[in-house]
């Protein structure tokens, strides 16, 4: 089965750690773009790659930290220094070009 | 700077009626529009999308509106279901390549209950 996966489906994380977040897809996918969406609120974009071992910063990418070293992987740190990571984080992939993007189930961090 | 605006946080409707979520936005450059339905604690599936050199698009039960001049886009879902209640989120894309090529701008969305 064609999808996107990500990992663990919730995070727990005491305050001053930082986490990686797993994104993977078997799509073949070229893009790929990390989300967060806070209760009330849209998803806003943190980062994103459309091709291996680059990537740009999205609207919100203070106290992230991303790698595609891989097409299929674009794992997300969240750092220390974010400042409110708890929020619910989405991956997403598309081929390209005003292509629809598609979601993966999200992964729930929660900073104690 | 919110250039997508869902300005209905709510919309609640009986089984079978016509939902309309509505959606505006400013950016003259957005060139394709898309809408995504989601649950709770779920990733947004994609419903229905739509290119600025149409003004609609027809899937089944879900038409899409695209009013270019008033910078405006709908979403009709004839006749509702109770499955149907969800969070629906508008996007829209920037189209022309370049490093924003492939970004969504999302909405706040728009929580639609349809009662049985």
């Known amino acids: 089965d064609g999808g996107i996966t990500q990992s663990p489906k919730y995070l727990f994380r005491k305050e001053g750690q930082n986490v990686t977040l797993s994104c993977e897809q078997n799509l073949n996918h070229d893009a790929m773009y990390w989300y967060r969406q806070d209760p009330g609120q849209g998803l806003r974009l943190i980062y994103y790659?459309?091709?291996?071992?680059?990537?740009q910063k999205g609207d919100i990418a203070e106290g992230y930290s991303v790698s595609r070293e891989k097409k299929e992987s674009f794992p997300l740190t969240v750092t220390s220094a974010q400042k409110n990571p708890t929020a619910f984080y989405l991956c997403?992939?598309?081929?390209?070009?005003?292509?629809?993007?598609?979601f993966g189930p999200g992964t729930r961090l929660t900073v104690l | 700077d919110q250039q997508v605006k869902q300005n209905s946080p709510s919309l609640s409707v009986q089984e079978g009626r016509i939902s309309i979520l509505n959606c505006d936005y400013t950016?003259?450059?957005?060139?394709?529009f898309l809408w995504y339905k989601k649950y709770p604690a779920e990733g947004p599936t994609f419903l229905i999308s739509i290119s600025s050199i149409k003004d609609k698009n027809e899937d089944g039960r879900f038409t899409v509106f695209l009013n270019k001049s008033a910078k405006h886009l709908s979403l009709h879902i004839v006749p509702s279901q109770p499955g149907d209640s969800a969070v629906y989120f508008c996007?829209?894309?920037?189209?022309?390549?370049?490093?924003?090529?492939?970004?969504?701008?999302f909405g706040q969305g728009t929580i639609l209950t349809v009662h049985p």
């Open positions: 950016n003259s450059m957005f060139d394709y």
């Open positions: 790659s459309q091709i291996v071992n680059d990537f």
């Open positions: 996007a829209a894309n920037l189209g022309g390549g370049g490093t924003s090529y492939g970004k969504l701008t």
């Open positions: 997403a992939s598309t081929t390209g070009i005003g292509d629809t993007q598609y």
